[in-house]
């Protein structure tokens, strides 16, 4: 009986969430029942260093961006206001001329302010449902050994032999 108790659970879970999302809260659950609730606080999501963009829970720092560390961009890599989606400049300002100054945030602001990257690029991703609304999160993929945040580089979802740099987001019009 708890075994099917258990099964159900699991499902359920799974059936709501994504797999490392599953698998960390599983991991926790696991640490809080050997570990005591001491060991699973210190785990929880929201004390890790880049709990900062819903979706996202691991350590890599958000690129730079005018409202970091909340670096939305729109489907061309371009900043947006993180809350409200209207195009901004490199200085926060809503974006309503030319004369402003608004660049990519991986492909152009990210070399300009890290030369060491080389010429990155927006890579692979990953969507999570945040807010009701579908949020694609993407790497920003470099040559560099090393992330924004000084840790060594991963992989991640990048290609071609780049790693991970940084991260940015985009929200979408697709419930979820």
Not at 45 to 59: D, F, K, M, S, W
């Amino acid at each position: 009986m708890i075994e099917n108790v258990v099964e159900r659970a699991s499902v359920e879970l799974a059936g709501r969430s994504g797999r490392r999302s599953f698998l960390g809260r599983l991991g926790k659950g696991m640490v809080a029942l050997v570990g005591g609730q001491f060991v699973a606080i210190a785990l929880a999501p929201g004390r890790a260093e880049a709990y900062h963009i819903c979706g996202h829970t691991y350590t890599t720092g958000s690129c730079p961006h005018p409202f970091s560390p909340q670096s939305r961009v729109d489907q061309y890599g371009y900043p947006v206001h993180p809350r409200y989606g209207y195009p901004i400049d490199d200085r926060g300002r809503i974006y309503t001329k030319r004369s402003q100054r608004r660049r990519q945030v991986c492909e152009e602001v990210v070399p300009s302010k890290y030369p060491f990257t080389g010429a990155p690029v927006f890579g692979g991703g990953w969507s999570r449902c945040c807010g009701g609304r579908v949020r694609r999160i993407a790497d920003c993929c470099s040559y560099a050994d090393t992330r924004i945040n000084g840790d060594a580089s991963l992989t991640g979802y990048c290609h071609a032999g780049r790693k991970v740099f940084c991260i940015g987001y985009r929200d979408t019009n697709t419930r979820c």
